[in-house]
């Protein structure tokens, strides 16, 4: 597959239409994790956010046009996982970028960022930097990382995408962990490689929410190729975990 170019059968479904149909994706029935301390907006902070919303212009909001929903946990501390709502901008056909947040509600917190890029940029990234990657293979075969509210040919076009890609994930609110506030320093975050690495109940709850079947999607996938990893991505696999030491000592694990 040249870079990160969607295609299934004798039909190439382009960036533009990918990305008109993940517009219409499902949504609104995640919660956030924590309720922000504060009093509720006055009548003139409302007026205010209307009077923005409609006058000025949001480019790079518009530009969301992506949902994702798959699992993160914190590198070093797998027993510490939490779901992730990504809304993504596809810059190109090498670079991805998303903003993460722990519900799919007008309330919830933004979590983080990811940045995805296509293997043959990964191949390219020193060593050092790519121990800060991970592969998104597992995530895409177990039926983990999903698309909600696509048609099914469109989001195993995008599976087949993203299959080839690694990501680079910071959390800033660390809401998973009940911080009504974003506390602490960022977090590298990591995804999962193998099966029993993910808590059942959590991808239960989240299928069960979205009216999917991880396991189904699982089987649906399975004509996707199996790439080989790359030896210098998921580098907490190999012994090496990296972490930013955090001044609060900020608890970053349950």
């Known amino acids: 597959m040249s870079g990160i170019r969607i295609s299934y059968g004798v039909k190439t479904m382009s960036m533009v239409l990918l990305a008109q149909l993940l517009a219409a994706c499902a949504g609104n029935n995640s919660p956030s994790n924590v309720i922000t301390p504060g009093d509720a907006k006055s009548p003139a902070t409302q007026s205010l956010e209307a009077g923005a919303a409609l006058l000025q212009s949001r480019p790079p909001i518009d530009a969301l046009s992506a949902y994702l929903d798959g699992f993160h946990f914190y590198n070093g501390h797998m027993n510490a996982q939490m779901e992730a709502h990504h809304y993504c901008a596809i810059l190109n056909e090498e670079v991805i970028q998303c903003v993460i947040y722990d519900g799919n509600r007008k309330d919830a917190k933004l979590m983080g960022v990811e940045y995805i890029i296509s293997e043959q940029l990964f191949a390219g ?119 930013i030491t955090d001044p609060t000592h900020t608890p970053h694990q349950h």
Request: charged share 25%; hydrophobic share 40%; proline share 8%.
């Open 125 to 243: 990234l020193p060593k050092a930097e790519q121990a800060l990657w991970h592969s998104h293979v597992h995530e895409v075969k177990s039926g983990q990382l999903v698309a909600p509210g696509i048609p099914e040919v469109a989001e195993h076009a995008l599976m087949e995408k993203l299959v080839h890609t690694y990501g680079k994930t910071w959390h800033t609110w660390h809401s998973d962990l009940n911080k009504d506030l974003p506390l602490g320093v960022p977090q590298l975050m990591m995804g999962f490689t193998a099966d029993g690495q993910a808590d059942p109940k959590m991808i239960a709850d989240r299928d069960r929410r979205f009216g999917i079947d991880s396991a189904q999607k699982k089987k649906a996938r399975a004509d996707i190729p199996t790439p080989v990893v790359a030896p210098g991505a998921d580098a907490w696999s190999q012994g090496k975990v990296f972490q």
